[in-house]
């Protein structure tokens, strides 16, 4: 498996609350991501990262916001939890050319009570 | 706009029988494009992509341009193919950002 870890692995929050989701990787990858994984809709980009301080948004990126400040470390923050950002989120890294593959974190479920 | 459709939310078949995953696209430039797999309980995992024009665990997917489809396809179904199904599509200077499908669960019953 690619060096790719996110954490935590679950986690039950209120709504309204701040919430941080983790993804560290260990492979020195340019780029990463954020996507957040629903029934019916796949997989759809929430923020993604080409470089360190250089982030960008996403299909589906409101509520959502981003941090990179170190090349293996990317932060999710749910500004303020809602029920609608139930779901299972994922992180992905990839070198920078084309056709190359992304590696995918196991996935963070998050539910909003 | 970009978009990636799978029209089948579930395949099920039975072993040994012959698979195909549709998958279509919208894209007005080269697209480069994808097949994920998610196993139950493992994390998502490249399964083939179209430039490389290779068969992974018997499974194979042509581009048609013409037909804006990439189709996944294998001859001969085994239980272990059960799995998530995502087709994929990125472009040129996208930094690699992924467009998903759906999905498909194709489901192989002994």
Same mark, same amino acid.
């Given at each position: 498996?690619?060096?790719?870890?996110?954490?935590?692995?679950?986690?039950?929050?209120?709504?309204?609350?701040?919430?941080?989701?983790?993804?560290?990787?260990?492979?020195?990858?340019?780029?990463?991501?954020?996507?957040?994984?629903?029934?019916?809709?796949?997989?759809?980009?929430?923020?993604?990262?080409?470089?360190?301080?250089?982030?960008?948004?996403?299909?589906? %990126?409101?509520?959502?916001?981003? %941090?990179?400040?170190?090349?293996?470390?990317?932060?999710?923050?749910?500004?303020?939890?809602?029920?609608?950002?139930?779901?299972?989120?994922?992180?992905?890294?990839?070198?920078?050319?084309?056709?190359?593959?992304?590696?995918?974190?196991?996935?963070?479920?998050?539910?909003?009570? | 706009?970009?978009?990636?459709?799978?029209?089948?939310?579930?395949? %099920?078949?039975?072993?040994?029988?012959?698979?195909?995953?549709?998958?279509?696209?919208?894209?007005?430039?080269?697209?480069?494009?994808?097949?994920?797999?998610?196993?139950?309980?493992?994390?998502?995992?490249?399964?083939?992509?179209?430039?490389?024009?290779?068969?992974?665990?018997?499974?194979?997917?042509?581009?048609?341009?013409?037909?804006?489809?990439?189709?996944?396809?294998?001859?001969?179904?085994?239980?272990?193919?059960?799995?998530?199904?995502?087709?994929?599509?990125?472009?040129?200077?996208?930094?690699?950002?992924?467009?998903?499908?759906?999905?498909?669960?194709?489901?192989?019953?002994?």
């Amino acid at each position: 498996d690619a060096g790719i870890t996110q954490s935590p692995r679950h986690k039950v929050t209120e709504t309204g609350t701040p919430v941080t989701l983790r993804c560290h990787q260990t492979e020195n990858h340019r780029y990463m991501y954020w996507y957040r994984q629903d029934p019916g809709h796949g997989l759809r980009l929430i923020h993604y990262s080409y470089g360190v301080k250089d982030t960008d948004k996403g299909e589906v %990126s409101d509520g959502y916001s981003v %941090s990179r400040s170190k090349t293996e470390d990317f932060l999710l923050t749910l500004e303020s939890a809602t029920s609608s950002q139930t779901s299972v989120y994922f992180c992905a890294i990839s070198e920078a050319g084309r056709n190359t593959e992304a590696f995918f974190g196991q996935g963070t479920r998050l539910t909003v009570v | 706009a970009q978009r990636v459709t799978q029209p089948e939310k579930l395949l %099920s078949v039975f072993k040994g029988a012959p698979v195909e995953l549709k998958c279509n696209y919208s894209y007005s430039g080269s697209p480069e494009l994808f097949w994920y797999v998610q196993y139950s309980r493992q994390r998502l995992q490249l399964l083939l992509r179209h430039i490389s024009r290779e068969s992974i665990k018997g499974f194979t997917a042509d581009l048609n341009k013409g037909e804006t489809s990439f189709h996944l396809k294998k001859p001969f179904a085994q239980e272990e193919d059960s799995a998530m199904y995502y087709c994929a599509l990125s472009f040129s200077g996208g930094y690699n950002k992924l467009i998903f499908g759906a999905g498909t669960r194709l489901a192989v019953h002994p």
